[in-house]
């Protein structure tokens, strides 16, 4: 299938920091990515929806502020916590879709698990 | 928006048994189900689809069953064996508007020997 890259793949960082997350589409066009969160032991909650040259479109309760989405090219989409808190210790992850797929439509990154100190 | 639900929270099985979790949709728009197999740390992993034109799809030992009318939708493993131990997501979207997946809450399947 597609390949999303995610990085990285972990990160620790103190408590008012900024911390960025990439996610590029290697061998397709994304002109849309979607960014999940996910608490230990729960499911995937939709944080985000991001479009290639557009303002991203946030879920309710999500503070754009906070989560700051750039999705400037057709492969390279990032998310941005900013000021991070413990409480935003979470796993982060990307998908995009590929319309040119016939059946998998849908491409994951790796992932990023967040630790805020 | 869509909810989905999903149950049970957690399944153990022996080994050999089958495992059927099961899933509903409130959007009657949706027309993509997929389910997803995670491992702790790990990107969901697509393990079957099914889409509203068919009611059910069997792959090895997954198949998957999609009630439209009454919008439940179910995963069936046999044979269970020990590395079908994971945390199983179903999921649901409009295929053509953007595919926005909503999970449902996820299934802790263990497999005992």
């Known amino acids: 299938g597609a390949v999303v890259s995610q990085h990285p793949s972990w990160v620790i960082c103190k408590s008012g920091t900024s911390v960025k997350i990439e996610c590029r589409s290697l061998d397709f066009q994304a002109t849309t990515m979607f960014w999940y969160r996910q608490f230990p032991k729960q499911s995937l909650m939709l944080m985000a929806t991001s479009n290639e040259g557009s303002k991203a479109t946030y879920e309710q309760g999500v503070e754009k502020d906070k989560f700051l989405i750039n999705h400037a090219s057709l492969t390279l989409s990032t998310l941005t916590v900013t000021s991070a808190h413990p409480e935003d210790s979470s796993f982060y992850i990307c998908?995009?879709?590929?319309?040119?797929?016939?059946?998998?439509?849908?491409?994951f990154g790796s992932g990023t698990q967040l630790s805020v100190l | 928006g869509e909810n989905v639900e999903q149950h049970p929270s957690t399944l153990s099985v022996q080994e050999g048994d089958s495992a059927v979790i099961k899933c509903t949709y409130s959007d009657s728009a949706s027309n993509y189900f997929p389910w997803y197999k995670q491992e702790l740390g790990k990107r969901p992993q697509l393990i079957i689809d099914i889409r509203s034109n068919v009611g059910e799809k069997k792959d090895q030992r997954i198949a998957v069953t999609l009630n439209k009318t009454a919008k439940h939708f179910s995963l069936h493993i046999t044979e269970t064996q020990p590395e079908d131990s994971a945390v199983y997501f179903c999921a649901a979207s409009i295929e053509g508007g953007g595919n926005k997946l909503t999970f449902g809450t996820g299934t802790q399947l263990k497999v005992e020997l």
């Open positions: 998908s995009a879709p590929d319309a040119t797929r016939t059946n998998e439509k849908l491409f």
